[in-house]
């Protein structure tokens, strides 16, 4: 458990099983005034006789619980419902038991970790329990970092191997990561192949685009390399390495820790070696202002087979005016990227709009931006007059209408369950570039330019199976369309002028 003394955790294990001191103590075969003093924090016991302690004791616990005590210890863990096996529970107590007690060991005796021959009886711990995985690599980081440290963490792992849970646990770790409040100049370096036989790609490619566009304030990196499929590895820089093995049925076999600075140093420079000398990164991250100024931008808009998934409002299909206004507004202070934004509104309007465009919109960010009227120009937020919105909004519709090359779709719901409270990602297709907008936080506005061609080619795989997919949430004619934008405007300018009136 975070930050929970060996003591505190005893304590609670004694509670939650509604056993006595005394009881835990004959079965440990201690005196009762050892339990009192470990409980306290008076005493720790030996380096030599944690590892038994912590097993008969999760043992112990186990055995006396009912199923109500059983449930209470479940919901106190975190432990999944449908775990039963008394083993496995047992695993995961003396788990939580020893690193409570290295915790502990490390605040109250320091110099205990330092090159110590007994440090070798705690600080490795194998587990061996597929359905806790998910819990580990940000419990790991949690545990052994304080709020002052600069993370540097390597990942290593084929996730297109790995079952959704535990994809989905490597997905939430920058959100667990950035709740621990880690300093802005942490890092985390995720190497990872593209082997993508037999895989889901609507589910994986989502994955992927949404820890490339989400929390921009950790550094987060992923590079495409040759992995071994079967072991997921992670470690922090002179803090842990985990290691975690998987069966070819995709369940993880076993886990290992270890905090052995021979071992943790090992992995890391062995990793560092391999991303630096047979790694390539996919991405390459450049601010609103570099894709406006070198004319990436522009670059895009000029190539062939245009695709935009649009999961958030932009300046795309606004009208020239509307264009002219908003860039005076944002960036009039800026000569240089004034006169490049008036190539760009020029070429839209001349060209781009009347060529042929396959594009995809949310149906939800077309009703949030009528409704409150919040935009991302050119990656920068900014909020609109509804005055603004309304001209914006007519003219995606004279677009639906008049314009034969321009197909647009509206996707009304969620292609993947488990990313329905996500921001909807943004990406931008055509031939030779290929690009998507991260969310923009605490002054990041930046785009994903993609580099790697093999996440190329998946990136044309996602758009095109979400373009043909043949469901009830994605929306293609253009009377229905039309109907509920029409819809939604209606009934926003109805609340505007009354609030207007009073």
């Given at each position: 458990?975070?930050?929970?003394?060996?003591?505190?955790?005893?304590?609670?294990?004694?509670?939650?099983?509604?056993?006595?001191?005394?009881?835990?103590?004959?079965?440990?075969?201690?005196?009762?005034?050892?339990?009192?003093?470990?409980?306290?924090?008076?005493?720790?016991?030996?380096?030599?006789?944690i590892s038994d302690i912590c097993r008969i004791t999760s043992e112990f616990i186990v055995d006396s619980l009912n199923m109500s005590y059983m449930q209470d210890l479940k919901?106190?863990?975190?432990?999944?419902?449908?775990?039963?096996?008394?083993?496995?529970?047992?695993?995961?107590?003396?788990?939580?038991?020893?690193?409570?007690?290295?915790?502990?060991?490390?605040?109250?005796?320091?110099?205990?970790?330092?090159?110590?021959?007994?440090?070798?009886?705690?600080?490795?711990?194998?587990?061996?329990?597929?359905?806790?995985?998910?819990?580990?690599?940000?419990?790991?980081?949690?545990?052994?970092?304080?709020?002052?440290?600069?993370?540097?963490?390597?990942?290593?792992?084929?996730?297109?191997?790995?079952?959704?849970?535990?994809?989905?646990?490597?997905?939430?770790?920058?959100?667990?990561?950035?709740?621990?409040?880690?300093?802005?100049?942490?890092?985390?370096?995720?190497?990872?192949?593209?082997?993508?036989?037999?895989?889901?790609?609507?589910?994986?490619?989502?994955?992927?685009?949404?820890?490339?566009?989400?929390?921009?304030?950790?550094?987060?990196?992923?590079?495409?390399?040759?992995?071994?499929?079967?072991?997921?590895?992670?470690?922090?820089?002179?803090?842990?390495?985990?290691?975690?093995?998987?069966?070819?049925?995709?369940?993880?076999?076993?886990?290992?820790?270890?905090?052995?600075?021979?071992?943790?140093?090992?992995?890391?420079?062995?990793?560092?070696?391999?991303?630096?000398?047979?790694?390539?990164?996919?991405?390459?991250?450049?601010?609103?202002?570099?894709?406006?100024?070198?004319?990436?931008?522009?670059?895009?808009?000029?190539?062939?087979?245009?695709?935009?998934?649009?999961?958030?409002?932009?300046?795309?299909?606004?009208?020239?005016?509307?264009?002219?206004?908003?860039?005076?507004?944002?960036?009039?202070d800026d000569k240089e990227v004034l006169d490049e934004l008036k190539k760009i509104n020029m070429l839209l309007q001349n060209v781009i709009y009347k060529s042929k465009l396959?594009?995809?919109?949310?149906?939800?960010?077309?009703?949030?931006?009528?409704?409150?009227?919040?935009?991302?120009?050119?990656?920068?937020?900014?909020?609109?007059?509804?005055?603004?919105?309304?001209?914006?909004?007519?003219?995606?519709?004279?677009?639906?209408?008049?314009?034969?090359?321009?197909?647009?779709?509206?996707?009304?719901?969620?292609?993947?369950?488990?990313?329905?409270?996500?921001?909807?990602?943004?990406?931008?297709?055509?031939?030779?570039?290929?690009?998507?907008?991260?969310?923009?936080?605490?002054?990041?506005?930046?785009?994903?330019?993609?580099k790697d061609s093999e996440f190329k080619n998946i990136c044309d795989e996602f758009f095109e199976i979400l373009w043909y997919k043949e469901s009830e949430i994605v929306i293609?004619?253009?009377?229905?369309?039309?109907?509920?934008?029409?819809?939604?405007?209606?009934?926003?300018?109805?609340?505007?002028?009354?609030?207007?009136?009073?």
């Amino acid at each position: 458990m975070k930050n929970v003394t060996f003591g505190q955790l005893l304590e609670k294990l004694l509670h939650l099983s509604n056993q006595k001191k005394s009881s835990l103590a004959k079965a440990l075969g201690y005196d009762v005034s050892y339990i009192s003093k470990w409980i306290t924090g008076k005493n720790l016991p030996t380096q030599k006789s944690i590892s038994d302690i912590c097993r008969i004791t999760s043992e112990f616990i186990v055995d006396s619980l009912n199923m109500s005590y059983m449930q209470d210890l479940k919901n106190y863990f975190e432990i999944d419902e449908d775990i039963e096996n008394n083993f496995v529970l047992a695993q995961y107590l003396e788990r939580s038991l020893k690193e409570s007690y290295m915790y502990t060991a490390k605040k109250s005796i320091p110099n205990l970790y330092k090159k110590t021959h007994s440090e070798d009886s705690y600080n490795s711990i194998t587990h061996i329990n597929p359905r806790l995985r998910k819990q580990y690599l940000s419990k790991d980081a949690n545990l052994f970092m304080s709020k002052s440290d600069k993370l540097d963490l390597i990942i290593s792992a084929d996730l297109y191997k790995l079952n959704n849970s535990d994809k989905m646990a490597i997905a939430d770790m920058k959100k667990d990561l950035i709740s621990m409040n880690v300093p802005e100049n942490s890092r985390v370096r995720f190497l990872m192949g593209f082997d993508r036989q037999d895989s889901d790609i609507v589910f994986n490619t989502t994955m992927i685009i949404n820890m490339i566009t989400t929390y921009p304030e950790i550094n987060f990196e992923i590079f495409n390399c040759e992995v071994d499929s079967n072991t997921l590895i992670s470690v922090i820089k002179d803090r842990i390495f985990h290691a975690a093995v998987f069966t070819k049925d995709r369940r993880c076999l076993f886990t290992n820790m270890s905090k052995d600075k021979h071992i943790v140093d090992e992995m890391y420079y062995s990793l560092d070696d391999i991303l630096k000398n047979q790694a390539k990164p996919i991405l390459e991250i450049k601010s609103a202002l570099d894709i406006i100024r070198k004319r990436t931008y522009l670059q895009y808009i000029m190539g062939q087979d245009l695709r935009w998934l649009i999961g958030h409002m932009n300046e795309l299909f606004m009208p020239y005016d509307l264009f002219e206004e908003i860039s005076e507004s944002v960036f009039g202070d800026d000569k240089e990227v004034l006169d490049e934004l008036k190539k760009i509104n020029m070429l839209l309007q001349n060209v781009i709009y009347k060529s042929k465009l396959k594009v995809l919109i949310y149906e939800l960010d077309i009703r949030k931006y009528i409704s409150v009227g919040k935009l991302n120009f050119f990656n920068i937020p900014i909020k609109l007059t509804f005055e603004q919105r309304e001209r914006h909004i007519n003219y995606i519709k004279k677009i639906i209408e008049e314009y034969d090359n321009v197909e647009i779709k509206l996707i009304d719901g969620d292609f993947v369950e488990a990313f329905k409270n996500s921001q909807y990602p943004s990406i931008y297709l055509s031939k030779s570039l290929k690009m998507m907008s991260i969310d923009p936080r605490k002054g990041h506005n930046d785009y994903a330019i993609i580099k790697d061609s093999e996440f190329k080619n998946i990136c044309d795989e996602f758009f095109e199976i979400l373009w043909y997919k043949e469901s009830e949430i994605v929306i293609n004619d253009k009377i229905e369309m039309l109907e509920r934008i029409e819809k939604t405007l209606a009934c926003t300018k109805i609340i505007n002028e009354s609030l207007k009136s009073e």
